[in-house]
């Protein structure tokens, strides 16, 4: 079953936020400890970025903001290269470029909504 732009825009906003509840807080060194949340935030961003990878060119041209090509990296680097993954970089993507995806997200989600009626 093909998902439509605005289920793959919710899913990855619904799992853009489990990484970040997994995983928020914790430096590269505790989440290389920690298992069962590094485990729970890559497998939440392999999602995000395999959500994202399927939307339409005509939904994401109208949000620029959000780093399509980036999250799909990220997801590939994880799927394809996982015994080179950098917990810095998640760490550090977490942190910092995950709340401004959501805020992204629910703008966008909001405007897809509003065409969609």
Sequence with gaps: MIRSDLERLRDAREFAQQALNHATGL???ILAEAREPQHAALYALTI???ALGGVSGEVRSAAPEI???ALRGLRNH???AYWQIDLEIIAEVIENRIAPLLAEL???IGLVERAER
Aim: net charge negative.
């Design 27 to 29: 430096p590269a060194d």
């Design 78 to 80: 994880v799927i394809h």
């Design 106 to 108: 629910d703008k966008l």
């Design 67 to 69: 780093p399509w090509d």
């Design 48 to 50: 995000v970025g395999e």
